[in-house]
């Protein structure tokens, strides 16, 4: 099992209340597998993706990646993790904006010490159809560009699991459906994939579908 | 971008910013500018006080009573001023009892005509008793100066072997002085002898208010014998000389005056820049503050990559030292480029002595100033970088948070 969450929970307080945007919830992902959450807005999906990234500590349960419980891990082990093994794509822009498509896109290679970062960030901008805009700032981009760049950005490292946030949420039916083929093909090559939607259409190539509702999460049959 | 460091980062978000960068530049050159021009400024009255001190060694003076200002005056600030003592005056009070040493001294204020060359203050002393001025002048002429000879003050117009005119005598330079931050500065010292004679040469062109006849003095310097309460002594030979028009000045009296004039000066000086600081210090911080909120989203991202936390907050701090640099740079540049050019005009203008430090104590006051300003930037962005993985977390979950 590459990623495992197990009974976890989230606190978070409105005002003096405490409540539980993740509650109790459990998944599990095995390399090459490729999820995707559905849910309403504000029932704790984005919350999930922070937790399994390790930016979130949980209240109580536990997420163990590769056999690790990343409740353990100090910040810089964490981000390392976060930096190598995982690649996050957050919800919305996600750009750097005082920095070209190219230079967002390797940041994580350069960061990661990795050589030929720039040449690996060239190719995934050409193989999203991308490759002219390399040199371009994000604010020129059209919000279907930089979610591309966002997830050659998140593919950089090669990482072993891929989670996305809400990727098309932005784009038109024909942009979706590329989007998710590219998560198909990323599953295809053998890294696990998580991705959180509002399409209502189980993606092509997607092995499990899971439901959240006010914290809670449901693995569909 | 070839590779992932802390400064191409920094540098890339400074420069994006140019509004931002400038103003927090801006602040902290005005700090600096300001830091370093005071600390200057307390630093050369300071260093002028201790030149009087250490060149003040005397007691007492006395002087004609009624001339206690400008015998201060002449010797703190150089202006020219003539009084006397009548002969037979001198002869008594050179016999003054308990006194260890006592030496007469003569000023003669120089014309503004084509009889002098400078307008200075000529002082003769007496090499013989001098307890004063011998010390230090005979560093530079051994014995003192002879017939004929002056040895100037560093702000007079003229260099060794030079010849200057006083009184339509042509004297030739026998030494020059190092500066002091006195009167000394723009006086003419010749012996005794030589002095008397100047004197008569002085009411023969027209000097007023100068006894006629040898021997007449300005100033009589004392030196009581150890022990001596000098409070006693200077009230007794007050009454007993009263009717010779005798004045005392107790010299620490007038050095603790002056001390405590200057203390408050820069008791006023160093509040202000204090509060300066605190006031730079508290506008910085609060963009940094705003900074950090303004940039959430951004730091969030980075912690998405897998940026630490710790380097987030380093990234913070480089770039407030990056925008103090030139800041502080600027600042220490432009208040030394201005104070050295306007430096004989404050000093002129102050009615305090005033001296300019030596070289490496102005290296230390430009240093100090330069790195005070320089760290302020950081400490200032400290509160915000520590608040770093705090906001950033949140920010990254929803767009816009
Ligand atoms: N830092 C926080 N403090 C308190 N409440 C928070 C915080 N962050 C999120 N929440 C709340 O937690 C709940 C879950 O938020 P989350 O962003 O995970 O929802 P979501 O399912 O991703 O929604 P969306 O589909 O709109 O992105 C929401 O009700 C939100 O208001
Ligand atoms: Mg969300």
Redesign the pocket.
């Known amino acids: 099992m590459l990623l495992e969450v197990n009974q976890a929970t989230k606190l978070?307080?409105?005002g003096t209340e405490e409540f539980k945007?993740v509650d109790n919830a459990s998944l599990s992902l095995n390399p090459g597998e490729y999820a995707v959450i559905n849910?309403?807005?504000?029932?704790?999906?984005?919350?999930?993706l922070a937790i399994i990234a390790g930016l979130l500590n949980l209240d109580s349960g536990q997420a163990s990646f590769d056999g690790t419980d990343i409740g353990t891990l100090g910040d810089k082990k964490l981000s390392a993790l976060r930096n190598e093994k995982i690649g996050f794509i957050p919800?919305g822009q996600c750009l750097l904006s005082n920095f070209t498509i190219i230079d967002n896109v390797a940041l994580p290679g350069l960061l990661a010490k990795r050589k030929n970062s720039r040449e690996r960030a060239k190719a995934l901008l050409d193989r999203l159809g991308i490759a002219r805009l390399a040199n371009q700032y994000p604010a020129r981009l059209s919000g279907g560009e930089i979610r591309r760049a966002a997830i050659a950005r998140g593919l950089i490292n090669e990482p072993k699991l891929v989670v996305a946030?809400?990727p098309t949420s932005d784009l038109d039916p024909a942009n979706s459906l590329n989007i998710f083929e590219l998560f198909n093909e990323i599953a295809l090559s053998g890294a696990a994939v998580l991705v959180?939607t509002?399409e209502s259409q189980k993606p092509n190539g997607c092995h499990k579908r899971y439901l959240?509702n006010d914290?809670v999460l449901l693995l569909e049959s | 971008m070839k590779r992932f460091s802390l400064l191409s980062i920094s540098v890339s978000n400074i420069t994006c910013r140019a509004f931002r960068s400038g103003t927090l530049a801006g602040i902290v050159f005005i700090l600096s500018f300001v830091l370093v021009c005071g600390s200057l400024f307390s630093a050369c009255l300071r260093n002028g006080i201790s030149s009087i001190d250490a060149r003040l060694g005397a007691d007492l003076l006395l002087v004609p009573s009624g001339y206690e200002q400008s015998a201060q005056g002449a010797l703190l600030r150089g202006e020219p001023s003539s009084f006397y003592f009548e002969p037979k005056t001198v002869q008594l009070l050179l016999a003054l009892p308990d006194v260890s040493e006592i030496t007469p001294q003569l000023f003669i204020a120089s014309f503004d005509s084509p009889h002098c060359s400078a307008q200075v203050q000529m002082i003769g002393y007496d090499p013989e008793t001098d307890f004063l001025l011998s010390p230090w002048l005979n560093n530079e002429v051994p014995g003192g100066p002879g017939a004929d000879e002056v040895i100037v003050g560093s702000k007079i117009n003229g260099d060794v072997g030079d010849k200057l005119t006083f009184f339509a005598r042509q004297y030739t330079v026998a030494g020059k002085l190092a500066e002091t931050g006195m009167g000394f500065d723009t006086s003419a010292f010749v012996n005794m002898d030589m002095a008397q004679v100047a004197l008569g040469e002085y009411i023969q062109l027209g000097g007023k208010d100068a006894p006629e006849g040898d021997g007449a003095a300005s100033c009589i310097a004392i030196n009581a014998n150890p022990g001596t309460n000098l409070r006693d002594y200077s009230k007794n030979l007050r009454i007993a000389y009263s009717q010779h028009r005798v004045a005392v000045i107790e010299t620490q009296t007038m050095l603790a005056d002056l001390s405590s004039n200057l203390d408050t000066l820069l008791g006023i000086v160093s509040v202000l820049a204090v509060f300066l600081w605190i006031l730079a210090s508290t506008v910085l911080a609060l963009i940094f503050a705003m900074s950090l909120n303004e940039r959430r989203r951004e730091f969030g991202i980075y912690r998405a990559l897998g940026v630490t936390k710790s380097k987030l907050a380093a990234m913070m701090l480089t770039e407030s030292a990056l925008l103090s640099a030139p800041g502080a740079f600027l600042g220490l540049a432009l208040s030394s480029v201005l104070y050295f050019m306007a430096e004989p005009l404050i000093s002129v203008s102050m009615n305090l002595p005033y001296l300019r430090p030596n070289v490496q104590d102005i290296a230390l006051i430009l240093a100090g100033g330069f790195l005070v300003s320089l760290v302020t930037g950081p400490l200032a962005a400290l509160f915000s970088a520590a608040r770093i993985g705090k906001v950033s977390t949140?920010a990254i979950?929803?767009e816009g948070?």
């Open positions: 978070y307080k409105r945007a849910g309403q807005s504000g029932s704790g999906k984005s919350t999930l919800q946030d809400e959180v509002h959240m914290g | 949140a979950i929803k948070a």
